[in-house]
């Protein structure tokens, strides 16, 4: 079976296409032509999430699956959430979204966060989502130099260090998407055999 991720990231693309093995073939967004920006304007990464799968799938006709990702932090009611990637404006700076992150947690003792990722899988048949969650705290400052994004202020629960200090296998074993696409696998591995 051929099923699309809707990203260009081919790094993203073939750490999937380990989890799933040989019975699917999976393939991007310029594999099948699509070659426009993907529209990311709704207000919860769950409707993102649809936003972006439904595009692919009503206008090139493939079985696709798309992911929307946000931090959100307790103190600031779940901001910055679906506004993450452009918390500090339009410009989508890392450096910008975290510093601005730090200084509105600066008199925070509550620094308790989570990264979520929401997965929508489009088919013929429907649809389906899929949630990841890593739960962890806000640190004062930054440390790391792998990842991207808040990592280098994001320390995971039960560890001692951010998630930009962890070697990328490291983080892939216990990040969020890693939790949400383990559940797609298991979803699409489960119907394979019952199709079978």
């Known amino acids: 079976m051929t099923l699309c991720f809707a990203t260009n990231n081919q790094h993203k693309i073939k750490e999937v296409q380990a989890l799933l093995g040989s019975d699917f073939t999976l ?23 649809l936003q972006k799968a439904n595009y692919v799938f009503d206008r090139y006709h493939v079985s696709c699956f798309a992911d929307d990702t946000g931090l959100e932090v307790e103190a600031l009611r779940g901001a910055p959430g679906v506004y993450s990637a452009r918390y500090a404006g339009q410009q989508r700076n890392a450096f910008d979204n975290m510093k601005l992150l730090l200084e509105n947690l600066r008199d925070s003792k509550n620094r308790k966060a989570r990264f979520r990722t929401v997965i929508t899988l489009r088919e013929p048949s429907g649809q ?32 001692t260090k951010t998630l930009a200090e962890m070697a990328l296998n490291e983080k892939n074993t216990i990040s969020h998407r890693a939790r949400a696409i383990e559940k797609l696998v298991t979803h699409l591995k489960q119907r394979n055999l019952s199709n079978a």
């Open 128 to 159: 389906l989502q899929f949630e990841g969650i890593l739960n962890g705290a806000i640190i004062g400052e930054p440390r790391g130099a792998e990842g991207f994004g808040y990592d280098p202020v994001f320390l995971p629960e039960g560890y």
């Open 27 to 49: 393939v991007g967004l310029a594999d099948i032509g699509c070659t426009e920006e993907l529209a990311e304007d709704q207000t919860t990464l769950e409707g993102n999430s």
